[in-house]
C-alpha cells in the first residue's frame, strides 16, 4: 500500500528538490522513516536515526542495505523540513483513502465528525501578556512566574515558545492548557479517517472545522454526518442543510431554545445507527494520542501540527487497511 502510494507521489516529489548541489535524503526515504516513528511510538527523531541504524526491520522498510550510513538526525531533520512545507501529507492521506474506496471498504455516504484539543509544544510559563516590556527574568533558562490572581486570556496574552497555540480546556473544571484543535472525518462503514483540519483551538474551531470538511466530500449524493452534543446549533445544522448534509448529531435538551434537531430525525432508523457509528471516532483519537504520540505535539505552529497531525491519519488508515485486508476471507 505504501509503495503505491510513494509511486503517485514521484512527480511531487521531482519538483520539491534542485538537480544541482549535494544529493539530499529521497523524500521516499524520509517519509517511510517518520512512518515507523509514527507505528512505532518512537519519541524523537533522533532516537528514529538510532533505531534504523541497527534494526534490519526498520532499514529493510526504509530501503537502506546493511551496510549502508545512516543519516545524521541534523540532517534528518533539516529534509523534514522540506516536506513540511509542501502539501505532501495531504495529498498521501488522500491517496490511501482512494485505495480504500477502491476496495470497497470507505463509504461515501455516511460520516461523523469530532475534535479534540491537542496539547503544545509550549509551557503555561510562556504565556504572557501581549507587548510585554520589563525587567529581565532572574534566570534565563527556567524564570520564575507568578501569576496567581492574575487574569489571562487568549485576547491579551501570548505564548512566546508558540505564538499560536491557544489557552483551552476540556470542560469545566479542567485545567487550561496551552492547545491546538485536531478534527476529524471519519466514514461510519470501517472507521477510517477521510480528511482532518488542525485549528487554532477557539470555541466554534470544532464546528468550522467540520464544515471546512464536509464541503470537500466528493460527489453530489445526501450523506449523513453524526456528532456530539457540540455540534447541535442552529448555525452548524443550518449550514449542513444548505449543503445537502443530514446532521445526525445528539440532541442538546439542556440547551437554550432546545435542540437544533427535530423529531423527524432522531426517530429515523439512519439517525440510530449513526449515533451508534459516531463512537468510533475515539478510537482514532486514542491511537492518534497514545501510539502517534500526539497527545502533546512536537511541532510548532498551526501549518506543522497539521501536517504531521493528517500524516499520523495517514499512518492510522494503512493500520486499519491491513486488519481490514486479514479479515477477507479468500475464495
Not at 505532501?88 to 476496495?103: D, I, T, Y
Not at 497555540?165 to 479517517?193: D, F, P, T, W
Not at 444548505?242 to 423527524?264: C, E
Request: charged residues 30%.
Amino acid at each position: 500500500m505504501v509503495d503505491k502510494v510513494l509511486q503517485e507521489l514521484s512527480p511531487e516529489f521531482n519538483k520539491m528538490y534542485s538537480k544541482v548541489g549535494r544529493p539530499s535524503i529521497p523524500p521516499e526515504q524520509l517519509l517511510r522513516a517518520l512512518l515507523l516513528q509514527l507505528l512505532y511510538s518512537v519519541r524523537s527523531e533522533r532516537m528514529l536515526i538510532e533505531e534504523i541504524d541497527y534494526n534490519i526491520l526498520f532499514r529493510w522498510f526504509v530501503g537502506l542495505n546493511l551496510d549502508d550510513a545512516v543519516w545524521d538526525a541534523t540532517v534528518f531533520t533539516k529534509n523534514r523540513d522540506r516536506l513540511l512545507e509542501a502539501e505532501v501529507a495531504k495529498e498521501f492521506l488522500a491517496l490511501v483513502v482512494e485505495q480504500a474506496r477502491g476496495q470497497g471498504w470507505a463509504s461515501d455516504e455516511h460520516f461523523t465528525v469530532d475534535g479534540s484539543l491537542l496539547e503544545a509544544w509550549a509551557s503555561a510559563k510562556s504565556f504572557q501578556p501581549k507587548n510585554k516590556k520589563g525587567s529581565p527574568p532572574d534566570d534565563p533558562g527556567n524564570p520564575t512566574v507568578d501569576y496567581r490572581g492574575e487574569k489571562r486570556s487568549n485576547e491579551t496574552h501570548q505564548s512566546k515558545s508558540d505564538p499560536e497555540a491557544q489557552m483551552a480546556r476540556k470542560g469545566a473544571g479542567k485545567e487550561a492548557k496551552l492547545s491546538y484543535s485536531g478534527n476529524l472525518l471519519v466514514e461510519n462503514r470501517n472507521g477510517l479517517i477521510v480528511d482532518s483540519r488542525v485549528w487554532e483551538a477557539t470555541g466554534t474551531a470544532e464546528r468550522d472545522a467540520a464544515m471546512a470538511m464536509l464541503q470537500e466530500v466528493p460527489g453530489t449524493g445526501r450523506v449523513t454526518v453524526g456528532g456530539d452534543k457540540g455540534f447541535d446549533t442552529a448555525e452548524f445544522v443550518r449550514e449542513c442543510r444548505n449543503m445537502g448534509v443530514t446532521p445526525h448529531v445528539a440532541q442538546n435538551l439542556a440547551r437554550r431554545g432546545g435542540s437544533a434537531i427535530d423529531g423527524r430525525t432522531t426517530q429515523s432508523a439512519g439517525y440510530r445507527v449513526s449515533q451508534k457509528k459516531r463512537k468510533r471516532i475515539e478510537e482514532c483519537f486514542g491511537w492518534l494520542k497514545t501510539i502517534a504520540l500526539l497527545r502533546k505535539v512536537r511541532h510548532r505552529g498551526t501549518l506543522k501540527v497539521d501536517w504531521i497531525f493528517t500524516f499520523a491519519c495517514a499512518a492510522y488508515n494503512l493500520v486499519r487497511m491491513r486488519n481490514l485486508m486479514r479479515s477477507v476471507v479468500p475464495t
